[in-house]
């Protein structure tokens, strides 16, 4: 199994956020470039938002991952939801400052004021949705106050629309929004993604009419996508070890593409 | 973890669900075929049926059978004035069947059942439906540092058996994170299992060379972990 063809771009796949992984496209580039040259620029606090599996946390990831090499930078990818533990967390990484008393407001920012960095120090938040509004509120005012430069994540749905502009869509936000691809450039990321880790063969196997499939499976959504190639492979992985005959080195089986998404739940059968 | 048997059955099922519209479309197609040709030919029937005007020519009752055809017709949804002949409505009614057929049942992703995450995040007292939309999330998301969180809260709860169960999760998809072997091994020993819980720790110290798991099972060994 572990010698099998498939099994390393089915790991590939594997739904994990490593910078290291990240995939160059276009309109992500583009995304990307925006966020860097916004967070040099003061005050104001970012917003990247997005359906959920568009590429938020990687985005993240990447931005921490390139700032930490020249700037003060702090990844919080696991919401702290409390205030006060929000805060002593904060002062504690940031400003190294454990207190023993609860944090307030007003304690953090004699703090920050005290220790006072020439670069503001960039907090990057991951799943803001688990925030409520009353730790927002307070985000802000830290913000406000240019202690920290803040980028948040924050998943909408359609529900979560409407938070999202009754508290972001004011003008000390900055907003990027994040899409799902099209199936152009899902073919890209697929076969980045393979041809960087030396699966030729199998970046091979896709043909324009397997792309059109995943892509209007998945709908473009990097996660759907990850999902559906990983049961794909393990599909491929089986029958390797179990029916070999069966495997077309040519092309992608679109019985098993569907198999895998009835897998994975895009098709209800 | 697959199933392949049970996917190949799921998958007929879904291909006979698919093609289902155009078969019946088909079907309905030669039913309708079938019953023109038939109420057109034979004379016998249809001079049968008028018996109740027997004054009738065989032109004008052959006319008369043709109306609930296109009655039949018309239930297609075509827009066929009424005394077109009946082969044209016979092409026209393959396309309303086809139609809405391939977008509505290919791509059905689950619809975002996100609902409980906008209470959640105004209402963020420690309830229980919080984890659960979190475990919902984990679910979803497959990500690692969830899966920790979420074991944490459980640890830190008292809920040794769901920490123990969300640990391994997460150590099965990233065995690289330290805190959540040491809560697995935690929660292990809560659980009773101190042996399993040095057995996994051993294991883990000498594939890291973590010294936080090290310094656990001493505690553990020296009988001091409370
Ligand atoms: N540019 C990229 N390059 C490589 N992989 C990517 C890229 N964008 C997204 N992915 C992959 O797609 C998957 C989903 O992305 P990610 O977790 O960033 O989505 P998200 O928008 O943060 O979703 P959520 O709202 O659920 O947190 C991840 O496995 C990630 O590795
Ligand atoms: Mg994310």
């Given at each position: ?116 960095y020439t670069d503001v120090p960039i907090v990057l938040l991951d799943e803001a949705q688990l925030y409520s509004s009353s730790l927002m509120e307070k985000i802000r005012l830290i913000s406000d106050a240019r202690v920290i430069k803040f980028v948040i994540t924050l998943h909408k ?100 593409i569907e198999m895998a998404a009835i897998h994975t739940g895009l098709i209800h059968a | 973890m697959l199933n392949i048997q049970n996917l190949e059955r799921r998958w007929l099922k879904y291909k006979i669900k698919f093609y289902a519209p155009y078969i019946l479309g088909l079907i309905?197609?030669?039913?309708l075929l079938i019953a023109v040709t038939y109420s057109k030919k034979s004379d016998t029937d249809e001079a049968k049926e008028s018996i109740a005007s027997p004054s009738k020519s065989t032109h004008e009752a052959s006319s008369t059978v043709l109306e609930p055809s296109m009655d ?155």
């Amino acid at each position: 199994m572990e010698h099998s063809l498939f099994s390393k771009p089915r790991d590939l796949f594997l739904d994990v956020v490593n910078p290291k992984d990240y995939v160059q496209i276009d309109s992500i580039a583009h995304i990307y470039q925006s966020l860097k040259s916004s967070v040099q620029k003061p005050l104001k606090m970012i917003l990247l938002f997005g359906r959920p599996g568009t590429g938020k946390s990687m985005l993240l990831h990447k931005l921490h991952h390139d700032l930490s090499k020249h700037q003060k930078v702090f990844m919080f990818d696991i919401p702290i939801v409390d205030e006060d533990d929000f805060l002593r967390v904060l002062a504690e990484r940031i400003f190294a400052y454990s207190p023993r008393e609860t944090m307030t407001l007003t304690r953090f920012l004699e703090i920050a004021e005290a220790v006072s960095y020439t670069d503001v120090p960039i907090v990057l938040l991951d799943e803001a949705q688990l925030y409520s509004s009353s730790l927002m509120e307070k985000i802000r005012l830290i913000s406000d106050a240019r202690v920290i430069k803040f980028v948040i994540t924050l998943h909408k749905t359609d529900k979560e629309e409407i938070i999202a502009k009754e508290h972001f869509q004011t003008r000390i936000w900055e907003s990027i929004e994040l899409h799902n691809a099209t199936a152009e450039e899902l073919k890209i990321y697929i076969q980045k993604k393979l041809l960087k880790a030396n699966c030729f063969d199998v970046a091979n196997m896709f043909n324009d009419k397997n792309i059109k499939l995943v892509a209007s499976l998945t709908k473009g959504n990097f996660r759907e996508t990850n999902k559906l190639l990983f049961s794909l492979f393990s599909l491929y992985c089986w029958y390797e070890e179990n029916n070999p005959a069966l495997i077309q080195y040519n092309a992608l089986k679109s019985k098993w593409i569907e198999m895998a998404a009835i897998h994975t739940g895009l098709i209800h059968a | 973890m697959l199933n392949i048997q049970n996917l190949e059955r799921r998958w007929l099922k879904y291909k006979i669900k698919f093609y289902a519209p155009y078969i019946l479309g088909l079907i309905a197609l030669l039913t309708l075929l079938i019953a023109v040709t038939y109420s057109k030919k034979s004379d016998t029937d249809e001079a049968k049926e008028s018996i109740a005007s027997p004054s009738k020519s065989t032109h004008e009752a052959s006319s008369t059978v043709l109306e609930p055809s296109m009655d039949f017709v018309r239930s297609f949804q075509t827009t066929l004035p009424m005394n077109e002949t009946p082969k044209a409505p016979l092409q026209k009614n393959a396309q309303p069947v086809r139609e809405p057929l391939p977008v509505a049942k290919l791509v059905s992703t689950p619809p975002p059942d996100l609902s409980d995450e906008k209470s959640f995040s105004l209402n963020r007292t420690e309830s229980k439906l919080d984890i659960e939309t979190l475990e919902r999330r984990f679910k979803e998301t497959s990500n690692a540092n969830l899966g920790l969180f979420i074991a944490r809260y459980h640890y830190d709860h008292g809920n040794y058996s769901e920490a123990y169960n969300f640990a391994l999760k997460t150590n099965s998809i990233s065995n690289k994170i330290e805190e959540s072997w040491i809560i697995f091994a935690k929660s292990l020993v809560k659980l009773g299992r101190a042996e399993q819980a040095k057995k996994t720790l051993q294991f883990y110290i000498t594939d890291s060379n973590s010294e936080a798991a090290r310094s656990l099972l001493d505690t553990i060994e020296r009988g001091t972990f409370k």
